[in-house]
């Protein structure tokens, strides 16, 4: 009896070992999401909304005429991104204020509503862990006019200690094309980062133009945007000090010459130094 006992003991203790009990690991975390400067391009300091990039000359005859032209630069992307791709960039900052749950795939799904101009959507953003990376995808629906059902509107991969990583956006939910790449990098310690826009739309005049947005350690200028527009084949280079917004600009096919020209703290242009 006491033999019969064991053997059965020993093939209850294998099937427990063989058939898998469907219970999820409790301990499992989920991954960080990456910063909101991974996605989020900051446009802040070249705000159309400043008065003196709204004005060349003044009674006085002081010009701001190489901060109103880096303005101008900068707000072509910033309108791409702010106008054009505004329902996935709120999805995205959304997604911070909410817990995800783990699904039987192993993906951890975030999942909220959010709106946009009046109109109310819902987003399921899905990370899932694999080889020290974090792969990510958002999918956005919408109900009543325009609706549509779980459009995956970008994806990307980042590195566990989010410190680089890359998004792809498509276009809209009636054109799923390619749209924009962005890229991302970030120092742990916060002390320089960089996000890079590139348009990727097929065939497109633009396709390959970008702009860049990085912070620095350097004292005098610790922030700069590099332009490039396709199309004209020409180079924009902006850089500034973020305390202060003196800053200066080059631009060979504008100003006809390869010299930095430059604006300062009240963004009236001086000569550079």
């Known amino acids: 009896m006491l033999k019969k006992i064991a053997k059965i003991g020993i093939v209850l203790l294998a099937l427990s070992v063989i058939i898998p009990t469907g ?4 301990d499992q975390l989920p991954p960080d999401l990456p910063p909101d400067g991974s996605f989020v391009m900051d446009f ?3 705000a159309s909304s400043n008065k003196s990039a709204l004005n060349i000359t003044d009674s006085t005859d002081t010009t701001y005429g190489n901060f109103a032209y ?9 309108a791409i991104i702010t106008v054009g791709l505004a329902v996935p960039v709120a999805a995205f900052v959304e997604s911070f204020n909410h817990e995800p749950e783990l699904n039987d795939d192993d993906w951890w799904v975030w999942s909220y509503s959010f709106d946009v101009w009046a109109a109310t959507y819902t987003a399921e953003l899905h990370g899932k862990v694999e080889n020290n990376k974090v792969n990510w995808e958002m999918y956005i629906s919408k109900t009543g006019f325009g609706a549509f059902t ?3 509107w970008f994806k990307g991969e980042s590195d566990v200690d989010n410190t ?6 498509y276009n809209k ?12 990098e970030a120092a742990s310690d916060g002390s320089a980062a960089n996000i890079k ?21 350097d004292v005098n200028y610790d922030a700069f945007y590099d332009i490039y527009n396709k199309g004209l084949e020409n180079y924009t280079k902006i850089t500034w000090n973020r305390n202060t917004k003196a800053g ?10 390869e010299d930095w020209h430059c604006w300062d703290t009240a963004f009236i242009d001086v000569e550079c130094e």
């Open 23 to 26: 219970c999820k690991d409790k």
């Open 44 to 46: 802040s300091d070249f």
């Open 70 to 78: 880096s303005v101008i630069n900068v707000g072509v992307w910033n």
């Open 150 to 152: 779980d459009f995956l």
């Open 164 to 169: 680089s990583g890359e998004w792809t956006l």
């Open 173 to 184: 939910p009636t054109d799923a094309s390619e749209l924009l790449e962005i890229t991302w």
């Open 197 to 217: 826009y590139m348009n990727i739309v097929p065939d497109g005049p633009e396709n390959g133009g970008y702009i860049q947005y990085g912070k620095t350690t």
């Open 248 to 257: 200066k600009v080059q631009d060979s096919n504008f100003f006809a010459d």
